[in-house]
T-cell receptor
């Protein structure tokens, strides 16, 4: 069965420090991978996505993610965290279905940014 | 572009009443919309997939008669929680797939801001 694992429930990073959020997936076919961010009480905003090609994907707000097939990972990174980055981050894998794609989400990682 | 709205943003109702939540794609047409449920500090769980002009497809364990979904047009899907009970209290989020994106393998879902339901 398809699944996404985000091993870190929450992470605290100092403002200005680098960030890496881990994501591992389990899917039998070629994965389509996404990172979404959710601010408190809000919906989800797409940060970036990987479908094919270059395994290093650039997203919005200075985020990037690297797809590593051998490790079944799609970790999210940012070189310098801002206080406004504090939020919940969800990794998801797109599962192909008849006529559309379903998303399977990880349990999320809550990012706290300290001054 | 690709904006999805939800209405209402929050609702409080008495146990036994029904609540309707609207999901609209504002600047694109969506043949497919998705309804998710999110419990506090947990991930999103797909409840059902809503296709314009046809019956919704429900995920295993989701009661069809409890959560009625209607996708009446290419820009509107509604979720009605019938005879709501306190255990139905949750954050409901919809997403929409852009009809213009013909590449199923590369489609993206755009999410609404969510509706918080509290059943007393």
């Amino acid at each position: 069965a398809q699944s996404v694992t985000q091993p870190d429930i929450h992470i605290t990073v100092s403002e200005g420090a680098s960030l890496e959020l881990r994501c591992n997936y389990s899917y039998g076919a070629t994965p389509y991978l996404f990172w979404y961010v959710q601010s408190p009480g809000q919906g989800l905003q797409l940060l970036l996505k990987y479908f094919s090609g270059d395994t290093l994907v650039q997203g919005i707000k200075g985020f990037e993610a690297e797809f590593k097939r051998s490790q079944s990972s799609f970790n999210l990174r940012k070189p310098s965290v801002h206080w406004s980055d504090a939020a919940e981050y969800f990794c998801a894998v797109g599962v192909r279905n008849t006529g559309f794609q379903k998303l399977v989400f990880g349990t999320g990682t809550r990012l706290l940014v300290s001054p | 572009g690709a904006v999805v709205s939800q209405h209402p943003s929050w609702v409080i109702c008495k146990s036994g009443t029904s609540v309707k939540i609207e999901c609209r794609s504002l600047d694109f047409q969506a043949t497919t919309m998705f309804w998710y449920r999110q419990f506090p500090k947990q991930s999103l769980m797909l409840m059902a997939t809503s296709n314009e002009g046809s019956k919704a497809t429900y995920e295993q364990g989701v009661e069809k008669d409890k959560f009625l979904i209607n996708h009446a047009s290419l820009t509107l899907s509604t979720l009605t929680v019938t005879s709501a009970h306190p255990e139905d209290s949750s954050f409901y989020i919809c997403s929409a797939r852009d009809r213009g994106d013909r590449r199923i393998r590369q489609e993206t879902q755009y999410f609404g801001p969510g509706t918080r339901l509290l059943v007393l």
